[in-house]
């Protein structure tokens, strides 16, 4: 349990294991079962090439000198701890050897088919190392405050935008978004995004972009107030459902925002007469088909220039940035240090 003056980021990693879940490669029960039964066989004819090779030291009830089935039933009844007593050591290097590698042998023999319990404790384990190891790498990441339809798609545009599922961290409060988010090889926090502590625990002083994309109009603008006090110089996208809350969100902090319900009501309204250019739009807006938006800097054979007269397809070019249109006459010249914002097909290399 948590101290009251205890923080979230300052807690044991084993603490953490509750709240904090790295996605990890799911392995069959059938895998499961034959990596053991594997381990098993491999333990049980260590054993036996053991006693084999010292069968001298070996006698059974009729002081007989062991044959490989000997040394095999030895063996067997050895590691599982049924132990007959027909045949024993009787030299004191084999019982040596019994001592220091048999009993050891059987001990890991029983562990692999006990392994239920063991593997819950080296599960917890392995969760408390990999949470360590995320921990000291977080740096210049993305989080992702919410995981309902907006955060899901943001999600799934920026993997098919060739971001990497384990650079985005995901925060909410819902066990079955996270569930979602973790399926989708997500790392998910659990905790309100409103609390300062969570958003540390995700390490949002480090995050390199920030999109809150929560449900309500009001939390959006606790979560972005919040996330700007402590990041100040990362990037926060925020989502909004009304336009008039909008400029709650710039005051915020938000370097950008998105007006959900105005935004689908235009292309709801565009649909009517032209229902190509949503289509058009969608497809812009897919990344893993048919054409994108993408950004790129300006070459040094593009400087002074025209962005309308290059190969490309420019929307807009990025100065200082500030997005400026391309007709605007200030970028009739292109500067070394511009970015184009211009559209290319989906499967061209970026």
Not at 14 to 27: F, K, M, N, S
Not at 307 to 334: Q, Y
């Amino acid at each position: 349990m948590r101290r009251f003056d205890q923080s979230l980021a300052d807690m044991p990693v084993h603490a953490l294991t509750d709240r904090v879940q790295i996605p990890t490669e799911t392995v069959s029960p059938a895998r499961r079962i034959t990596v053991r039964v594997i381990y098993a066989t491999a333990a049980l004819f260590a054993a036996v090439l053991i006693v084999y090779l010292d069968r001298d030291g070996y006698r059974d009830v009729q002081d007989n000198q062991l044959s490989f089935l000997d040394c095999l039933y030895y063996a067997t009844v050895s590691l599982s701890t049924t132990g007959y007593g027909d045949i024993t050591p009787v030299t004191p290097e084999a019982r040596l050897i019994n001592v220091l590698i048999i009993t050891p042998l059987r001990v890991a023999f029983l562990i692999v088919l006990i392994g239920t319990t063991v593997e819950t404790l080296t599960t917890q384990s392995r969760q408390v190392y990999q949470i360590q190891r995320w921990r000291r790498r977080l740096r210049n990441h993305i989080i992702i405050v919410g995981y309902g339809t907006k955060g899901r798609t943001a999600a799934a545009a920026m993997v098919g935008d060739e971001i990497a599922p384990g650079d985005i961290v995901v925060v909410d409060e819902d066990a079955a978004a996270l569930e979602r988010a973790k399926s989708a090889g997500l790392v998910t926090i659990r905790g309100s995004a409103t609390d300062s502590e969570v958003l540390r625990l995700a390490g949002a002083q480090h995050a390199k972009t920030i999109i809150v994309a929560a449900n309500r109009d009001d939390t959006a603008v606790l979560v972005t107030l919040t996330a700007r006090e402590l990041a100040p110089k990362a990037k926060i996208i925020a989502a909004v459902r009304e336009t008039d809350n909008e400029h709650l969100l710039k005051q915020s902090g938000a370097d950008s925002t998105v007006v959900t319900s105005e935004t689908a009501g235009r292309l709801l309204g565009i649909a009517v007469q032209t229902p190509s250019v949503v289509e058009m739009m969608e497809d812009l807006l897919t990344p893993d088909r048919g054409f994108a938006i993408a950004e790129r800097e300006v070459s040094p054979k593009e400087v002074g220039g025209s962005p309308r007269h290059g190969t490309d397809i420019v929307l807009g070019v990025v100065r200082d940035n500030k997005l400026i249109r391309v007709d605007d006459p200030k970028v009739d010249a292109l500067e070394l240090g511009d970015r184009l914002l211009y559209i290319r097909p989906a499967d061209e290399d970026r």
